[in-house]
């Protein structure tokens, strides 16, 4: 699996965009980088991958980098519900393939 | 999207008993879940792949004769914590990847085990 490296702890301002950076300058040509994001006391939740493009779902917005070296997930009007660990990963190319969490960034959106 | 559910989601036990998770995808098949542990302020660490119809895989360091992971039909994986100790209170949380959705996996709710 890749490494990924993110900032320990990052803060917004409430209705502002959250821009989560990830480096993972080792990822492999067909490897995808997927976003997931803890909510304290609870399960992951998928938020949104890509490969190549740039992609939008209802969530978020995912920018990857032309070197794909890099990618910044974009919360575009951040909620105090957004407060969260968010993790990069890049779990290899199976799809099935196990998550093995790093320690992703601590977001915190204050009001 | 998919939903994957865990039960108990908290449970208190007495050390040296034992305690059984369930994990269920309930609207999809999972040849493949995965458990995890937390401890606070932690990240999550994998513990095991649970294979429907085979053994399991656990990771490094991590006792199969104290974790038994059972995948006994395509919606529902168990742990089984075997003689408890209070350090094996932790949070659990398995997952389970939907084929032919992207890759991405659905996690469960977690179960708070805390053991006495």
């Known amino acids: 699996d890749a490494k990924t490296t993110q900032p320990t702890s990052m803060d917004c301002a409430e209705g502002r965009a959250a821009n989560l950076p990830c480096n993972h300058s080792?990822?492999?040509?067909?490897?995808?980088v997927y976003w997931y994001r803890q909510i304290h006391s609870q399960g992951p939740q998928y938020i949104i991958h890509g490969l190549k493009n740039n992609e939008t779902n209802e969530m978020a917005s995912l920018i990857i980098t032309e070197d794909r070296k890099s990618s910044t997930l974009i919360l575009p009007h951040a909620t105090l519900r957004d407060t969260a660990v968010y993790y990069c990963?890049?779990?290899?190319?199976?799809?099935?393939?196990?998550?093995?969490f790093g320690s992703g960034t601590r977001l915190s959106i204050r009001p | 999207g998919a939903v994957v559910s865990q039960h108990p989601s908290r449970v208190i036990c007495k050390s040296g008993t034992s305690v059984k998770i369930e994990c269920r995808s309930l609207d999809f098949q999972a040849t493949t879940m995965f458990w995890y542990r937390q401890f606070p302020k932690k990240s999550l660490m994998l513990m095991a792949t649970?294979?429907?119809?085979?053994?399991?895989?656990?990771e490094q360091g991590v006792e199969k004769d104290k974790f038994l992971i059972n995948h006994a039909s395509l919606t529902l994986s168990t742990l089984t914590v075997t003689s408890a100790h209070p350090e094996d209170s932790s949070f659990y949380i398995c997952?389970?990847?939907?084929?032919?959705?992207?890759?991405?996996?659905?996690f469960g709710p977690g179960t708070r085990l805390t053991v006495t």
């Open positions: 990963i890049v779990p290899g190319y199976s799809s099935a393939s196990k998550i093995i």
């Open positions: 080792t990822i492999s040509g067909n490897e995808y």
């Open positions: 997952s389970a990847p939907q084929r032919g959705q992207g890759g991405e996996q659905y």
């Open positions: 649970s294979n429907e119809g085979s053994k399991a895989t656990y």
